[in-house]
């Protein structure tokens, strides 16, 4: 939390303040950072792929012909499947870290052990879940 | 000072509301999702496939229609106060951050548009 920047020194006084991302790299990070980053980042990509879902949604609706192609598109353009995969990845972490997020919020899973093991829970769950949307799509 | 500069670019005056706006939005973002897999597997375990005419039954009612707007909305309000809270952690010039959000707006503004174009298209 303390920072040598002195950039910062004249706000010492205002309590906790956020670290800078050159920082970031040198820490250590706990289990429920990675948890909390990769929501934060999942999220970023989701707010990126925006145009994407609503390309897919314009696709699919608009004819029988071109609802084909995307079906077939996941056969023939891998770039289709990736940004697809990409999408409904981040979108499953998303959504459980979120979950999580809101168990938080509510008061659970806030003590050193629940939050260490909801943490790995996450993760393990993340990671079948985007392996298996992988299979699916493949 | 610092607090009252970036409450401009939030998507209300307070933080509070923002945090609530997120989550319930999220909540409900979520309930849609839940409902419209469940409506699209429940057609693929009973017929195997998913094809045009079932997508476009699905789509082609008043529900659908309203409800996933009102999802492209609260997906577009929860981002905004995602992408804030982000640029405001990580952008430090102000300047730069009020071009971004300026850009953002319009960008999401375009989409919202668009997603009713495609709706009732």
Known sequence: ?138 | MVSSVNSITGLTKSGMKDWFIQRITAVLMAAYLIILIGFLMNHYFNFGNLDYVFFMKIFNTLFFKISTFIFILFLLFHAWIGVWTIFTDYIHCSVLRGVLFTLIFLVMLSCALWGAVILWS
């Not at chain 1, 934060?40 to 994407?52: C, K, M, Q």
């Not at chain 1, 353009?77 to 499953?92: D, F, N």
């Open chain 1, 1 to 138: 939390m303390v920072s040598k920047n002195s950039k910062n020194n004249k706000r010492n006084n205002l309590g906790p303040r956020n670290i800078s991302l050159g920082n970031l790299i040198r820490y250590c990070f706990p289990i429920m950072a990675i948890v909390s980053i990769l929501h934060r980042a999942s999220g970023f990509v989701l707010f990126l792929l925006i145009p994407f879902m609503l390309y897919l949604l314009e696709k699919l609706k608009s004819s029988a012909a071109s609802f084909a192609q995307v079906q077939s598109g996941f056969d023939h353009c891998w770039v289709l499947k990736i940004l697809t995969w990409i999408l409904l990845s981040a979108l499953w972490y998303h959504l459980i870290a979120g979950v999580k997020h809101l168990f938080m919020d509510l008061g659970f899973l806030e003590e050193k052990e629940s939050a260490k093991i909801s943490s790995i829970f996450i993760l393990i769950l993340g990671f079948i879940g985007i392996v298996l949307l992988g299979a699916w799509l493949w």
